[in-house]
């Protein structure tokens, strides 16, 4: 016989019954649980470096393309600020074919002032972005941390530049 182990706090929301965490799964809106997080895919907003995309921009230009909110969990400003738009385990939209599977941070820029792929994070968003990582590694220990670029049939210089480094990041010294 299975314990009931009802209410339980999924993605920071607590859900009350088994049928209501399933109803959440079952519709799209969530994840299946922490084991489904196999990704954790790294964005560039493809913004140019001498200009500001705020977070009403980044949730303006979302919602024109069909989504209800931001479509990545994070999103780091170039001063570092980390924002967060959806809870650990709502399904994003921000990789097709992976949303269902992965946690997606973006970062602020990606293009040179010509408008050219370019690493253009500040020392801010390099220091917050792997404080981030790390507390990603923690909670999913599993997930591989890979550049939207890296997955296959992606045709996009997203982020612009290697996530190498970042991949088997330890979250313990």
């Given at each position: 016989m299975i314990q009931e182990t009802f209410p339980m706090?999924?993605?920071?929301?607590?859900?009350l019954t088994e049928r209501d965490l399933?109803?959440?799964?079952?519709?799209?809106?969530?994840?299946?649980?922490?084991?489904?997080?196999?990704?954790?895919?790294?964005h560039c907003s493809a913004t140019r470096s001498d200009r500001d995309y705020t977070v009403e921009q980044l949730l303006?230009?979302?919602?024109?393309?069909?989504?209800r909110t931001v479509g990545y969990h994070?999103?780091?400003?170039k001063s570092g600020v980390i924002t967060q738009h959806?809870?650990?385990?709502?399904?994003?939209?921000?990789?097709r074919g992976y949303n269902r599977c992965s946690i997606g941070v973006c970062y602020e820029g990606g293009l040179d002032v010509d408008g050219k792929p370019a690493d253009t994070r500040t020392p801010e968003q390099k220091a917050q972005l792997i404080g981030l990582l790390l507390k990603l590694r923690r909670l999913f220990p599993a997930a591989?941390?890979?550049g939207h670029r890296d997955l296959p049939g992606v045709?996009?210089?997203?982020?612009?530049?290697?996530?190498?480094?970042?991949?088997?990041?330890?979250?313990?010294?």
């Open positions: 706090t999924v993605g920071g929301e607590e859900v399933l109803t959440r799964v079952e519709s799209g809106q969530a994840m299946s649980g922490a084991d489904a997080v196999r990704f954790i895919v790294i303006r230009d979302h919602k024109a393309r069909g989504f994070f999103y780091i400003r959806r809870r650990l385990l709502e399904v994003g939209a921000h990789v591989l941390i890979v045709k996009k210089a997203c982020p612009c530049f290697s996530c190498e480094e970042y991949r088997y990041l330890s979250p313990y010294p």
